[in-house]
Structures are given as structure tokens and as C-alpha cells.
């Protein structure tokens, strides 16, 4: 036993040594490597996890945004639809009662001018009746004034 | 007096030895060339962890990547095997770094250099060479260690997982002697894994660095190169197998016994 461990060159002290430069670097590695490089890699997973959570979170939202847009849209056409209507009859009713008031007023005016045609009608032919009467005594004193010469 | 390995070879002929170049002494602990390749690893690993922790960023840059791709998917394999992120997280840095640390030194261990750069020293009126970086697994110090922080830790996943006494039950049960038999061979096998794993990466490694030293010996041109690919990937594998092995032993060692 002692030749093989002399031929090996076997110490305990070598061996020691090695097991405590294994711990050495295994503690150093922990600390500067691997804590490192694991809690990075679990934050990126993390990070990533999150990411799509989000990105999912942001689809849901904007569909609801889609439907909710389609929604109001469908309100706001038939809503303007209606008000257009209302527009309409309302117009259509103005226009009427300005038509029908165009008519009387236009029938009053008629009526009026007739009246004034009328009275003129009337004053001229007094006036003509006046101017005949008129002429006929002149022309009647004409024609007894050359009887009596 | 400073030399290259190569020259030296072509002089004396190769020489392999099991035991590990021994280049200094510290307080009376000796210093060898295994140990000093170990520790200019790890210094490259820190360092490239520091770089990435600097610049660490959501948005990854290529060297963040590269290893946000090796941890993020040793943690998501660990999670399958273990069927819980929590044990995963938990048992994620000695798996992790038993892969990166054995991958390191085994791959470290083909640079230029290492091996082949190191001192002349005489010993006995000979003058020997002794270099001054070697593949650290080819030393079997090394990996026993490992070995032993990984046993360490299987044990520790099964008694924290079932509770001391239930976990030791697995090894020595009373119930039946049927029981008592498989007990005691559970305990064997257990302890039979200490070796497996400091053996099987020690005799890859070594095998691969005697391979290239006899090859280049023979052939320094052109041959070595397909071999060196080779040993970079009998490197990832082996890392690879130390690391999923004592994955699988600690997901064993947490289920209950029957």
C-alpha cells in the first residue's frame, strides 16, 4: 500500500489543498458567475413572461376598444339617421307653413289690387261721365250760339 | 536553469513518471507542478468570471452568451433530473463547477507550454527536468479531491434529502439479512465511487499525456495535431462524465430506500 501511494506521489496535504482550491473556486464562481447569470436569466424569463402577459392584456383591450368603437359608430349612424329625419320633417313643416303663408299673403295683395282697380275704374268713369256732360253743354251752347247768328 | 522539455527528451530519452513533478516546498507542504496549473486555472476562471460579471447586461454580449448558454443549460438539465428548480438551484454550483473546473484544467493542460517549459535541476550528479506547468489531472492528488468533494457532496444530498438515520438505513439494515447483504454493498459501491472517480479521470488524462509526449517523441510534426483535438475532446468528455455522474449519485442518494 505505501509503494502505491509513494509511486502515485499521494499526500493528504496535496489532497487538501485541492479540496479547499475546489471551494475556493466554487464560492467565487457562485458569487461572480452563476448567482449572477441565473438571477439575470430568471429576470429575463420573468421579463418576458410579463411581456406577453401585456402584449395579451393590450390585444384584449383593443378588441374591446374594436367592439366598443363598432358600437358607438352603429349608435352615432342611427342617431344621425333620426336627427336627419327630424331635420327634414322639420324643414319640410317650415317650408309648408311659409308656402302656405306666401299664398294668403299673395291672395291679400290680389285681393287689394282688384279693390284699388275697382275704385280706380269707378273714379275714371265718373270722371269721363263728368268730362262728356261737359263737352256735350259746350257743344250744345257752340251750336245755339250758331243757330242764333 | 530554465529549458524546454523537448530537447531534453531528445537527449535522454521520455521518461514518465506517476507521481507529480515536485518544483518547490512552502512551509515543509511540497509545491508541485499539478498544484501551480491548478491555481493559474482557477485564476483564469475568476478572471473570466469577473469580466462577465462586470459587463453583465439584459441584453447579452458574445461572452455573456456564451456562458448564459452553459449555465442557463446545466440548470434547465439539473431542474429535469431533479424535478425541482429548488433542489437545482441547490445542488447547481458543485455541479457546475466540478464540470468548468475539471474542463479548465484538462484543456489548460494542452497549451503550448505546460509541460514543456520548466527548470534543470541535478540530483544525484544528474541533471533531471522538472517542468514547471503539468495537466493537472494527471496528477492523481487532484483528483482525488475531486473525488472527494464530490462523494462529500452525495452524501450530504442524501442526508439532507431522507434525514440521517433513514439515509443511513440504505447502508445498514437490520430487517433481513438479504437486506444486511445489499446494505453492506451499497456501502461498498459507495465508497467504491471514490475511486472510480479519481481513477477514471486520472487514467484518461494521463493516458492522453502520455500519448502525445511518446507521439511528438517520435513524430513532432503534423501526427500530434489530430491527436491534440482528441484529447480536447476525451478533456470535455471526461469533465462531462465527472459532472453528470455525480449528478445522477446525488439524485440516487436523495430517493428513499425500498
Redesign the interface.
Known amino acids: 500500500m505505501e509503494d502505491i501511494i ?6 493528504g ?7 479547499v ?6 464560492v ?3 458569487y ?3 448567482n ?3 438571477n ?2 430568471k ?2 424569463e420573468e ?1 418576458i413572461v410579463q411581456g406577453i402577459k401585456d402584449a395579451e392584456a393590450a390585444a384584449a383591450a383593443k378588441a374591446s376598444a374594436d367592439a366598443e368603437k363598432k358600437v358607438i359608430l352603429t349608435d352615432a349612424h342611427t342617431e344621425a339617421a333620426a336627427v336627419n329625419a327630424r331635420a327634414k320633417s322639420a324643414a319640410d313643416a317650415t317650408a309648408s307653413d311659409i308656402v302656405a303663408k306666401a299664398q294668403t299673403d299673395a291672395a291679400a295683395v290680389m285681393a287689394d289690387a282688384a279693390l284699388k282697380a275697382q275704385q280706380l275704374k269707378l273714379q275714371a268713369e265718373r270722371d269721363s261721365q263728368a268730362e262728356i256732360a261737359k263737352t256735350a253743354i259746350l257743344a250744345a251752347e257752340k251750336i245755339l250760339t250758331q243757330k242764333n247768328a | 536553469m530554465l529549458g524546454i522539455a523537448t530537447a531534453y527528451a531528445a537527449e535522454v530519452g521520455i521518461s514518465v513518471k506517476l507521481a507529480p513533478y515536485i518544483v518547490g516546498e512552502f512551509l515543509g507542504v511540497p509545491i508541485t507542478a499539478t498544484m501551480l496549473t491548478t491555481w493559474l486555472t482557477m485564476a483564469v476562471l475568476i478572471g473570466l468570471a469577473f469580466l462577465v460579471n462586470a459587463k453583465i447586461a439584459t441584453v447579452p454580449g458574445k461572452l455573456q452568451s456564451v456562458f448564459e448558454l452553459i449555465i442557463g443549460g446545466v440548470y434547465d438539465y439539473m431542474s429535469e433530473v431533479l424535478e425541482s428548480k429548488e433542489m437545482a438551484r441547490k445542488y447547481f454550483p458543485i455541479i457546475m463547477t466540478i464540470f468548468l473546473f475539471v474542463l479548465a484544467l484538462n484543456w489548460v493542460g494542452l497549451l503550448p507550454g505546460v509541460t514543456s517549459i520548466g527548470l534543470y535541476e541535478v540530483h544525484d550528479g544528474a541533471e533531471h527536468f522538472t517542468p514547471l506547468l503539468y495537466p493537472a489531472a494527471t496528477d492523481l492528488n487532484i483528483t482525488i479531491g475531486f473525488a472527494i468533494a464530490a462523494v462529500v457532496a452525495i452524501q450530504l444530498a442524501g442526508v439532507l434529502a431522507l434525514g440521517l438515520f433513514k439515509y443511513a438505513g440504505k447502508f445498514i439494515n437490520f430487517h433481513s439479512p438479504i437486506g444486511f447483504a445489499v446494505g453492506i454493498i451499497e456501502l461498498i459501491s459507495e465508497l467504491a465511487r471514490l475511486i472510480s472517480f479519481s481513477f477514471r479521470l486520472f487514467g484518461n488524462i494521463f493516458a492522453g499525456k502520455v500519448l502525445l509526449l511518446v507521439v511528438l517523441f517520435f513524430v513532432p510534426y503534423v501526427v500530434p495535431v489530430p491527436l491534440i483535438f482528441f484529447e480536447v475532446f476525451v478533456g470535455f468528455i471526461q469533465a462531462f462524465v465527472f459532472a453528470i455522474l455525480t449528478l445522477f449519485f446525488i439524485k440516487l442518494a436523495m430517493e428513499a430506500p425500498h
Open positions: 509513494k509511486a502515485f506521489g499521494i499526500d496535504r496535496l489532497i487538501l489543498i485541492q479540496i482550491n475546489f471551494a475556493i473556486l466554487m467565487a464562481l457562485v461572480f458567475l452563476y449572477p447569470i441565473l439575470m436569466l429576470a429575463r421579463k
